[in-house]
T-cell receptor
Framework: AQKVTQAQTEISVVEKEDVTLDCVYE???????LFWYKQPPSGELVFLIR??????QNEISGRYSWNFQKSTSSFNFTITASQVVDSAVYFC???????????FGSGTRLQVQP | DAGVTQSPTHLIKTRGQQVTLRCSPK?????VSWYQQALGQGPQFIFQ???????QRGNFPDRFSGHQFPNYSSELNVNALLLGDSALYLC??????????????FGQGTRLTVV
């Protein structure tokens, strides 16, 4: 069965620090998709990135970067030079091609202090 | 371009009552999925509707049911409410009734409190 683990429940950093959010997943499928979502206090889940299992190339988007390693079943998310607006709960999620559902981790609450 | 809209935003119900939550998908999307997010946890998949049919269901009892209308909007119904049904209910829309190969857009959710 599929599973996503986000071991860090809460992280607190000071503005401008770099922070990495960890995500480890389990799946028996060879084709799957990994996601990161941001959930601000308003509640809406904001899509950040989707990767498929055949694309291990790391990605950078502005201050955000993602490191996908199939060998360790990890899909970690780094925010460089964090800002107060980055404060939110971040979820890692997995979707197998045979299923229609997203399986979410329990989330990591990031607090960026000014 | 309107995103995913859900109504109502907040709701308080008594144990044993029934509740209906509503979702309008993003323009152009034909697939609606519902998730339950308990406080401090990640969202849990309830079910997905595509072409007015339930295509897949998560591990939720039959008290949870749904419907999709010809305009692709959807309802989530919960009967015989329990205290444990208190949660944020999120609706996600996507295209083509598929799985993770398409991006899902989420609404802001309905906060249900059962007392």
């Amino acid at each position: 069965a599929q599973k996503v683990t986000q071991a860090q429940t809460e992280i607190s950093v000071v503005e401008k620090e770099d922070v990495t959010l960890d995500c480890v997943y389990e799946t028996r499928d060879t084709t799957y998709y990994l996601f990161w979502y941001k959930q601000p206090p308003s509640g809406e889940l904001v899509f950040l990135i989707r990767r498929n299992s055949f694309d291990e190339q790391n990605e950078i988007s502005g201050r955000y970067s993602w490191n996908f390693q199939k060998s360790t079943s990890s899909f970690n998310f780094t925010i460089t030079a964090s800002q107060v607006v980055d404060s939110a709960v971040y979820f890692c999620a997995l979707s197998e091609v045979t299923r229609r559902a997203l399986t979410f981790g329990s989330g990591t609450r990031l607090q960026v202090q000014p | 371009d309107a995103g995913v809209t859900q109504s109502p935003t907040h709701l308080i119900k008594t144990r044993g009552q029934q509740v209906t939550l509503r979702c309008s998908p993003k323009s152009g999307h034909d697939t609606v999925s519902w998730y339950q997010q308990a406080l401090g946890q990640g969202p849990q998949f309830i079910f997905q509707y595509y072409e007015e049919e339930e295509r897949q269901r998560g591990n939720f009892p039959d008290r949870f049911s749904g419907h999709q209308f010809p305009n692709y909007s959807s309802e989530l119904n919960v009967n015989a409410l329990l205290l444990g049904d208190s949660a944020l209910y999120l609706c996600a829309s996507s295209l083509g009734g598929t799985g993770g190969d398409t991006e899902a857009f989420f609404g802001q959710g309905t906060r249900l409190t059962v007392v």
